[in-house]
């Protein structure tokens, strides 16, 4: 992976990662694409930072589309890249799908914020009535670590008591916290840890990066530190009780 890596900057160059690459088309998945249960890494698919396809994503690829899109440092990008290619069914694969990231329990899990759980059906697609219900915690204009983590709850609540086989391993759990916090901070502002709802919104609803809504990538780079900073907020601001047995 290391000889892999190092490829990427070498074929890439630093220039690919020290600078934005706006891409204003936009197309949506046409029948032959996979998409993710991810809206975010969708939306990078739907506007060419990832293949359009959906198919063969390797390192090369995943860092270029993460710093691109959205100012990711290589490090972090290196990281999620790992944790996506082991959902490819194919053992020791250096490449993954976005539909391999459907794979149920590996990264992909219960109680998301905007799909249905595996056990009512394909969880790839958008789903409104959930995405309602995490909509009604964002109750301001501007989404707060608080809101964010009230949603988070309010979800992985309602999957717990209607799924009779809702289960959430750690790697889920963990998952699942790195996804409300990098919707605020990296979507959003990391250092006042807030984000337009319209921008989280209008991501998750057309699977689209919010440009038109005055989003651009970040000036600064994010990094591992970053999120598990944001993280480390969302954990310290959820409430519910914990249920034996169940993994929340």
């Known amino acids: 992976m290391r000889v892999t890596y190092i490829s990427a900057t070498i074929a890439l160059g630093t220039a690919s990662f020290g600078a934005a690459h706006p891409r204003s088309e936009w197309e949506p998945a046409g029948p032959s694409d996979v998409r993710a249960p991810c809206p975010m890494l969708n939306s990078l698919a739907n506007h060419g930072f990832l293949p359009h396809s959906g198919k063969a994503i390797d390192v090369n690829r995943t860092v270029y589309a993460l710093g691109a899109a959205l100012n990711i440092d290589m490090k972090l990008s290196t990281t999620l ?13 250096t490449w ?18 905007s799909r249905q759980d595996a056990y009512f059906g394909p969880q790839a697609e958008f ?3 959930v995405f309602n219900q995490t909509k009604m915690f964002w109750t301001g204009d501007v ?3 608080q809101m964010a983590a ?17 289960e959430l391993s750690d790697t889920g759990s ?8 990098a919707y605020i901070t990296i979507l959003g502002d990391k250092k006042t840890a807030t984000v337009p709802k319209s921008w989280v919104e209008y991501l998750f609803e057309n699977e689209r990066l919010p440009y038109e809504l005055g989003f651009k990538r970040p000036d600064e780079p994010y990094t591992t530190d970053d999120l598990i900073d944001a993280a480390l907020q969302i954990l310290g601001a959820q409430h519910f009780p914990q249920s034996p047995g169940k993994g929340l």
């Open 150 to 166: 009230n949603a988070r709850s309010s979800r992985l609540m309602t999957s717990n008591l209607t799924n009779p086989e809702f």
């Open 96 to 113: 993954f799908d976005l539909d391999h990231l459907s794979r149920h329990n590996v990264l992909e899990h219960d109680g998301s914020l």
């Open 143 to 145: 989404i707060t670590m």
């Open 81 to 93: 890249f790992e944790a996506a290619a082991g959902t490819n069914p194919l053992p020791n694969a």
């Open 174 to 181: 963990n998952f699942s916290v790195g996804e409300s916090a």
């Open 127 to 129: 789903n409104e009535a």
